[in-house]
């Protein structure tokens, strides 16, 4: 089997977790190959191999000076079109870099910084007192779980964070059962579909997979805002009582 396995690179290893389908059959949400890219995990999704954490020891690079220039984070924040009563989740806030820059546009509202790396919410908690905003509060997710609580969240925003996510499919259901109805999910991706674009592939999402992905969960695509120099802004929504009515 071993043999038949390294001379196949698709053949699968094992299911690593299993879902039942609407007709009520467990099928396979993910598979394990054993020939697999050396950035990736060797955990496929949907056919996209997730790619290797950038782990906390990695801190600089998100809060490197020449962040601005190159990728222009500010027009994000510019496009999230935040209300000052929102509650927003950073999924996989890292340092916070964006979180320290939305909570001050949310004046009654504040930023839930999501992260799985303790040693990512200490560096958090630092700035938060260097800065002396309040509004920014760190969570600890885990791999399978955001740990937000139901219908409490306005926007669930994601920059760079996503194809690293080890159980993309429990994660993300985690976010929609934290959203309010008519929430939405905001994912910041390196553009897939360019090979100039000097990112290792498996750090980059092309607008088809990504589509793909949130519409397993129940997302529905609301548009993508190509301003950035070098990624996707795509925005998806969590469907309110209004949308059901109309189908």
């Excluded at 360019?194 to 397993?216: C, D, G, S, Y």
Aim: charged share 25%; aromatic share 6%; glycine share 8%.
């Amino acid at each position: 089997m071993l043999s038949c396995s390294l001379l196949n690179p698709t053949l699968t290893a094992q299911a690593a977790t299993s879902a039942m389908s609407t007709t009520g059959y467990a099928y396979a949400v993910y598979e394990q190959r054993i020939i697999h890219s050396p950035d990736g995990i060797g955990k496929y999704y949907m056919g996209r191999e997730i790619a290797k954490v950038m782990g906390y020891t990695g801190a600089g690079w998100l809060e490197r000076p020449s962040r601005e220039g190159e990728e222009q984070p500010s027009k994000i924040v510019n496009a999230l079109n935040l209300k000052p009563k929102d509650v927003v989740a950073d999924i996989g806030a890292g340092t916070g870099y964006l979180s320290f820059r939305i909570a001050p546009l949310l004046t009654a509202g504040k930023v839930l910084a999501v992260d799985v790396q303790p040693e990512m919410l200490e560096i958090i908690e630092l700035f938060k007192k260097e800065k002396n905003i309040t509004n920014v509060k760190p969570v600890l997710a885990t791999l399978t779980n955001p740990n937000l609580p139901s219908e409490s969240i306005d926007l669930a925003l994601m920059v760079d964070a996503y194809h690293e996510l080890e159980y993309p499919q429990e994660v993300m259901q985690g976010i929609v059962k934290g959203l309010k109805p008519g929430g939405r999910v905001v994912l910041v991706e390196y553009r897939g579909e360019n090979p100039f674009i000097m990112i290792k592939r498996l750090h980059k999402m092309t607008q088809k997979q990504v589509r793909k992905e949130m519409q397993a969960v129940g997302l529905v695509w609301r548009e993508t805002k190509n301003l950035l120099p070098r990624q996707h802004l795509m925005v998806f929504q969590k469907p309110d009582s209004s949308d059901l009515l109309t189908k």
